[in-house]
């Protein structure tokens, strides 16, 4: 499928201003996804965070239920995950904006490049953390049309001042012909 297809669907409604799609949350509408395109990219910052999952989440993560058996009724070790020991964001500005807002990234996609840079750099992270800069700052942000997908999560909607996380990143060419 190309860029131009995709696009049909991911740039049917695009928000420009972070302040309007906030304001769209809170009110009847409750908009909880949405795509913005970010006004300015100011930088990409990575953050270190716990290296091990939370006590209360390992609880969770070990409750048995029944999609754990197969089909001979026998218990399926399951393998979690590895935490990710960085949190990402982007900071930007969006229409209207004066400062710069920083939304952090919760997308698989992120933690993967992650685990697969630090794979290739032999363990080094320095080295990983650069290449998913360089790919989230540099790559995305020259001669791509950078848009966020944005969503909420039901704890965060109605209580945080901006309960919006960046979920999704979608980068088609800069300058290619996308007929709808």
């Not at 965070?49 to 001979?72: C, M």
């Not at 790919?135 to 901006?162: A, I, P, Q, R």
Request: some cysteine; proline content about 3%.
């Amino acid at each position: 499928m190309n860029w131009a297809h995709r696009s049909r669907y991911v740039l049917e409604n695009v928000h420009t201003s972070m302040n309007d799609l906030i304001e769209s949350s809170k009110g009847s509408r409750t908009t909880s996804l949405a795509t913005l395109k970010p006004k300015e990219i100011v930088d990409f910052v990575i953050e270190e965070t716990d290296r091990e999952w939370k006590q209360d989440w390992l609880d969770q993560a070990n409750q048995i239920s029944i999609f754990d058996y197969d089909e001979q009724s026998n218990l399926q070790v399951r393998k979690l995950v590895d935490k990710l020991p960085y949190n990402f964001y982007y900071r930007f500005l969006s229409e209207g904006d004066v400062n710069p807002r920083k939304l952090r990234i919760e997308d698989w996609e992120i933690g993967a490049l992650y685990w697969n840079c630090l794979r290739n750099a032999d363990g080094d992270e320095q080295k990983a953390k650069y290449k998913v800069t360089q790919k989230y700052l540099d790559e995305f942000t020259n001669n791509k049309d950078l848009h966020f997908f944005l969503g909420t999560t039901k704890l965060h909607h109605y209580v945080s001042k901006n309960p919006f996380m960046i979920i999704g990143v979608y980068y088609p060419p800069l300058n290619q012909h996308l007929s709808f």
